[in-house]
């Protein structure tokens, strides 16, 4: 039992990544169906941590469409076609001005999110010396991994979504949270042996 608990906390520390805020340039909201990390990263912009949001999202490969809010569909119903549609509207509720959101609405997996949102960057002349991550607790090592190398020279601070209904505390306890949390680890290492390796047999592009 005590070699269990170890791997389950080497798990746990590994998948739920999360630090302070700092003052940044931007704060990056990759695509997601959930008004959490969206609500996280208004609160950290009328906080002044950043000047300017950067969601991403166009909606999952494997769906192909935008399924609507996850959760509290009663104050979010807007006929949303992408994610970023969504996570812009989540903002504009929660208090950010549509002036201090940038726009990335083709991204259709995590790689993606980090990749086209430093086009949008780049289009705009805005350089990113450090940022903040807004994600679900669960989703905080992969978008790490990808915006980490994407941006290479950009230190990063993982600010996850609260009251997220799969967090480092009770993602174990319901089959839910153990086939969300063992799958990010099974991406986790697919992934990075593609980021390592490039496309071969058995290794699959995100």
């Known amino acids: 039992m005590e070699i269990f608990m170890k791997y389950l906390q080497a798990v746990t520390d590994f998948i739920f990544v999360e630090d302070e805020p700092e003052e940044s340039d931007i704060i990056f909201v990759p695509g997601n169906t959930s008004p959490l990390p969206s609500e996280r990263a208004a609160g950290l912009y009328r906080d002044g941590f950043a000047p300017r949001i950067l969601p991403s999202g166009r909606y999952q490969k494997v769906l192909g469409y935008f399924p609507g809010p996850s959760l509290k569909q009663e104050q979010y119903y807007g006929s949303y076609e992408t994610e970023w549609d969504f996570m812009r509207d989540v903002l504009l509720q929660n208090g950010v001005p549509d002036t201090a959101i940038l726009k990335e609405n ?101």
Request: net charge positive; hydrophobic share 35%; charged share 20%.
């Open 106 to 206: 083709m991204a259709q997996y995590t790689l993606r999110n980090a990749q086209l949102s430093k086009e949008v960057l780049e289009l705009a002349h805005i350089k990113v010396h450090r940022a903040i991550l807004c994600c679900n607790p669960y989703h905080a090592r992969r978008c790490l991994m990808y915006y980490s190398m994407v941006f290479p020279n950009t230190k990063f601070l993982v600010c996850p979504a609260k009251d997220s209904p799969v967090t480092r505390d009770n993602w174990q306890e319901s089959e839910s949270g153990l086939k969300t949390v063992l799958g990010e680890v099974e991406r986790c290492g697919r992934q990075f042996a593609f980021m390592l390796c490039g496309p071969q047999e058995g290794i699959f592009e995100p």
